[in-house]
């Protein structure tokens, strides 16, 4: 079953031409069949197919692909973030009260908030999310929390070395071996990524020798590296990254030349998450000078307890535009194609032929709307149901003969 969208004012095709490589189209249309893209091209052009949906004037981007988020948790951190707004400095020490709530949530409840938290965040635009664990910290909670992120997204990350839990710190090493081994065999068949939080700067976190051991051995068991890195001040995490073939270092907050050289140099992203910043009244990483410098950048929400609890890629994308010196046309490119390159997939992020048909709409007529117009609800997925063919969109019209 194949449909027409039609009655696109601006349609974002991330073909890599034109302004910030987004391909723009006006007064556009595309064709899905089967869930996936088959044309794209003038309004006026597009083919027959068996439905159609008029969008009316609206924008069109390929939906929001947020390639980093920490969203199997229970609890609440409200109390951390009001002691942060009067003046307490994040260290990442707040982690050990998620994880306690975690260990006793039961699954139930544990897959009843990832549903709610993946439904708001469809809601807003986004079609692919990866989703860490981190917030068990023992072999049962870390390979309980894949398990229930893999019944919602395939981009599932083991982040057992997120922080050495309380019980712990008497004895680091022990703990390291622990996430080496029977943590890890646990949990990687149920993850894709392996990650870690290399921070010298926090006494929780683990050093570059550290997260060496863990990547290395996550990567002996077939998982891919990633990488939380320089984040509460300068520290190896972006040249391991870098040296480990890292699909993606995350935060990039606090960056030497050596380290903006070795990015540009390597099939490495940079994921920024601006969301944490504001979050925190913590420097901004300075995404101007990486895209300078020919990196490339993605955008992600880090949607957590703690640091950022936001589902929202349309306030990252406005955040991003004022704060760390994008265009608008940068950080959709970045929200979109730049968080599929994270994933390093190729079948999102785009909307040319043969991607996967995640379409998301804007009540607006361009995507400048998603900065020009912050807190506003403007982004929703397009649904088009499992046959290509629309399931609920009020916008249906007759087949096009």
Not at 38 to 62: H, K, Q, S
Request: charged content about 20%; some cysteine.
């Amino acid at each position: 079953m194949s449909t027409l969208v039609t009655g696109i004012a601006e349609l974002v095709t991330n073909d890599g031409e034109g302004e910030g490589g987004l391909g723009l189209r006006r007064e556009a249309a595309l064709v899905v069949d089967a869930g996936v893209v088959a044309w794209v091209g003038a309004a006026r052009e597009a083919p027959a197919a068996d439905r159609v949906v008029d969008l009316g004037g609206r924008a069109v981007l390929p939906a929001f692909v947020d390639s980093h988020a920490h969203l199997v948790f229970d609890g609440d951190r409200a109390a951390e973030f009001t002691a942060r707004m009067t003046g307490q400095r994040y260290d990442g020490g707040g982690i050990a009260t998620t994880m306690a709530a975690t260990r006793a949530a039961s699954d139930d409840t544990l897959r009843n908030l990832l549903a709610q938290r993946m439904r708001e965040m469809r809601s807003q635009g986004t079609g692919t999310v990866e989703v860490k664990s981190g917030y068990g910290l023992t072999v049962e909670d870390e390979a309980r929390a894949l398990r229930l992120a893999r019944e919602v997204t395939p981009e599932t990350t083991f982040l057992g070395a997120h922080v050495v839990p309380p019980e712990a710190r008497g004895d680091r090493t022990a703990y390291v071996e622990l996430v080496t081994g029977p943590m890890l065999a646990a949990c990687a068949p149920h993850a894709r990524w392996i990650d870690v939080f290399c921070e010298p700067a926090s006494p929780y976190a683990f050093t570059g020798d550290e997260a060496r051991v863990v990547l290395e051995a996550g990567i002996a068991a077939g998982l891919r590296p990633r990488v939380h890195g320089n984040q509460l001040g300068h520290g190896p995490g972006v040249q391991l990254a870098v040296e480990l073939g890292a699909a993606s270092v995350d935060h990039c907050t606090f960056l030497s030349a050596a380290d903006v050289d070795a990015l540009a140099g390597s099939g490495t992203v940079a994921t920024l998450l601006p969301g944490v910043e504001f979050s925190t009244r913590s420097p901004y990483p300075d995404a101007r000078r990486l895209l300078d410098a020919g990196v490339t950048v993605a955008l992600a929400t880090d949607c957590n307890p703690g640091t950022c609890y936001s589902t929202s890629m349309p306030l990252v994308i406005a955040l991003a535009v004022r704060e760390m010196g994008m265009s608008p046309a940068e950080a959709v490119w970045s929200a979109t194609a730049g968080g599929a390159q994270a994933l390093q997939r190729s079948d999102i992020g785009h909307l040319t032929p043969g991607a996967r048909a995640d379409v998301c709409v804007l009540e607006a007529p361009s995507h400048a709307h998603l900065a020009y117009r912050p807190g506003v609800p403007l982004a929703r997925l397009l649904d088009l149901g499992a046959e290509g063919g629309p399931t609920s969109d009020p916008t249906v019209a007759a087949p096009r003969s």
